[in-house]
C-alpha cells in the first residue's frame, strides 16, 4: 500500500488527484517535471534556486548558487562537487506550477 492508496482509503468520499513528482519514503522514481519548476524571481524562468551552504546547517552565505532545471541529484559520498563533497546543505526555492488549475492540499 502507498501513502496515496492510504489517503483514497481514509477519505473514501473524496476525489483525490495524484499529482507526479517525488515520493516521501524509498527511492525517487521520478523528478518534479521541469517545466513544473518556475524561478520565483521571474516566474517566467524554468528551473529552481539552488543555494549550497558548505555546512550543515545552512548557514552563513552559500558557497554555491545556480538555478537547477529540477531537483533531481543523487550526490550520495561524491558530493556535489570537488569543494563540497561532504557536511553541505542544500535549500531550493522557487514556484511548482501545476499541470491544471485548481484546489491543491497543502501539507505544510
Not at 1 to 28: K, W
Not at 89 to 106: A, D, H, I, K, Q
Request: hydrophobic share 35%.
Amino acid at each position: 500500500m502507498t501513502i496515496l492508496d492510504g489517503i483514497r482509503a481514509r477519505f473514501p468520499q473524496s476525489r483525490v488527484a495524484y499529482v507526479e513528482g517525488t515520493g516521501l519514503v524509498g527511492l525517487v522514481t521520478k523528478p518534479v517535471p521541469p517545466a513544473r519548476c518556475v524561478s520565483m524571481s521571474s516566474c517566467g524562468e524554468h528551473g529552481l534556486k539552488r543555494d549550497t551552504s558548505a555546512n550543515m546547517k545552512l548557514e552563513g552565505s552559500p558557497a554555491l548558487t545556480r538555478t537547477d532545471s529540477t531537483v533531481d541529484f543523487a550526490w550520495g559520498d561524491t558530493g556535489m562537487s570537488p569543494e563540497l563533497l561532504k557536511n553541505y546543505s542544500v535549500r531550493w526555492t522557487g514556484v511548482l506550477v501545476p499541470p491544471v488549475m485548481g484546489e491543491y492540499f497543502n501539507w505544510i
